[in-house]
């Protein structure tokens, strides 16, 4: 019984740090066709302690095509501009909808909150 409860308490403070930190992005300048460019992001709730930030795209309609990602230090910054990271852009044959998540890591790698955001493309 009380292993359940603390894992409770665990799953409960996790959704809790995660339920604050939110990101959305526009596909701005991007460019059809593999632009190695990320798109502008906006970053709100980043948790104290946060050191990195990491990024994956996910095509929503073709999940098995890895578009991959890239890590950002944070310094407290809200905005990442245009190809703050390279990753693969996206080129798909009509509009699929594609998922950004953003994972804030302290300084030895603990995952402190994640966060995602959908969009059409193009």
Not at 67 to 91: M, N
């Amino acid at each position: 019984m009380r292993l359940a409860l603390a894992f409770g308490f665990i799953m409960a403070m996790t959704t809790a740090a995660s339920a604050g930190m939110t990101m959305t992005f526009e596909w701005g300048p991007t460019a059809k066709c593999f632009d190695p460019k990320s798109p502008p992001i906006t970053l709100s709730g980043v948790p104290a302690g946060t050191k990195t930030l990491a990024f994956r795209m996910t095509d929503l309609d073709a999940p098995d095509f890895k578009h991959g990602g890239g890590q950002v230090a944070f310094a407290g910054q809200k905005t990442l501009p245009y190809g703050t990271f390279s990753y693969r852009g996206p080129c798909p044959p009509k509009p699929h909808t594609y998922e950004i998540s953003v994972t804030a890591l302290d300084d030895s790698g603990k995952i402190l909150a994640t966060a995602k955001a959908r969009k059409r493309f193009p």
